[in-house]
């Protein structure tokens, strides 16, 4: 018997329209993300790393590194399912915003706002601009952003 087709689970770039708003799941930032992700990244910076130092700092204790928070937050959004199997490619970050520290503990979500589409027919699909709000456990927005991404188009029949 020869296994059956997978189709993709994600949305085409056809069925993106401004104004959709996609919710992720949440997820809890641990002492050990923090760990992992100054061993992978190499930045060992006392705020990221030492317990007693960030005690004396203004938020009082250890913060995670931005680009991790920015990295979970990609995690997240692909979470969602809406680009599984039909992203081309994460194109850029258009801007983004550190507003309020993500610390050990601290659970998260994000809130995709699709802002704009554009089609590109020489790469069979299209673009997808999508303001991207991660969101803490207290409903604060600690950063914020848009993000481009390349689309399939849906095929044709």
Known sequence: MSPLPTSPRGMYFEEFQPGQKIVSAGRTVSEADIVAFAGLSGDFNQIHTDAE???????GQRVAHGLLGTSIASGLAVQTGVLEGTILAFREINEWKFILPLTIGDTIHVELDVQETKALRRI?????????????????TIMKGTWTVLVV???AK
């Open 53 to 59: 130092f960030s005690k004396k700092t203004p938020v």
């Open 153 to 155: 188009s849906k095929p």
């Open 124 to 140: 069979g699909g299209g673009l997808v601009v999508i303001a991207i709000d991660v969101v803490n456990q207290n409903s604060q």
